[in-house]
């Protein structure tokens, strides 16, 4: 299994609502991600776990909540949005293995905020 | 600040032809350099990487050249397919990538004609 599974594939919410994004790897991965990117924009860092453990957190706002429940299970808590932060959220997993450590990406939530 | 930069937003090309995608870096103490290529609605799909003590590195119709010189990374294919149409983004990072901090450049969105 070589792959990234996200769900939902589409979310709408309202600024008051709670809901969260999930994301899978059985790849025995060892280090997953959040990414956020805007249309026509790359991908933007937002977290990194690193062996099941918060390793970075790009100064995102506190409505945003990562959770790693265990090495193949990343969820993003979403709490009180913004409509600008509807975009696409990505997730991604590597080995964090020295040297060379490719980053394999799901297909991504697209989230609108309303 | 450093960041990753493109050349060149958008290419079209003929089928068959070769692309030629440019990125500029500015971060010298980048060492590791990805290539990925997002279809519409997918997320990015890794295609070859390159470490800074290379300076070539060839997978099935890529080609990724760096030149630490000036601190470009070029991406080429091969016989380009209307398939390859979509947008690709350069990604840098540091200690080979094992920091998780993975920049990506603008993108550059390749149109192959049939």
């Known amino acids: 299994d070589t792959e990234v599974t996200q769900t939902p594939k589409h979310l709408v919410m309202g600024m008051t609502n709670k809901k969260s994004l999930k994301c899978e790897q059985h790849m025995g991965h060892r280090a997953m991600y959040w990414y956020k990117q805007k249309a026509k924009k790359p991908p933007e860092l937002m977290f990194v776990?690193?062996?099941?453990?918060?390793?970075i957190n790009e100064s995102v706002p506190s409505r945003f909540s990562p959770e790693c429940p265990n090495s193949s299970l990343l969820n993003l808590h979403l709490h009180a949005l913004q409509p600008e932060d509807s975009a696409l959220y990505l997730c991604?997993?590597?080995?964090?293995?020295?040297?060379?450590?490719?980053?394999?990406f799901g297909p991504g939530t697209r989230l609108t905020v309303t | 600040g450093e960041s990753v930069g493109l050349h060149l937003p958008t290419l079209s090309v003929q089928e068959g032809d070769n692309s030629i995608i440019n990125c500029a870096y500015s971060?010298?103490?980048?060492?590791?350099f990805i290539w990925y290529k997002q279809e519409s609605g997918k997320g990015p799909q890794f295609i070859i990487d390159?470490?800074?003590?290379?300076d070539k590195r060839q997978g099935q119709r890529v080609t990724v050249l760096l030149n630490k010189t000036v601190k470009h990374l070029s991406l080429q294919i091969a016989a380009t397919q209307p398939g390859d149409s979509a947008v690709y983004f350069c990604?840098?990072?540091?200690?080979?990538?094992?920091?998780?901090?993975?920049?990506f450049g603008k993108g550059t969105k390749l149109s192959v004609k049939p």
């Open positions: 776990y690193s062996y099941e453990k918060l390793s």
């Open positions: 990604a840098e990072n540091m200690d080979g990538g094992s920091q998780g901090n993975l920049i």
């Open positions: 991604a997993s590597s080995q964090r293995r020295p040297g060379n450590d490719e980053q394999y």
């Open positions: 971060n010298s103490a980048s060492d590791y």
């Open positions: 390159i470490r800074s003590n290379m």
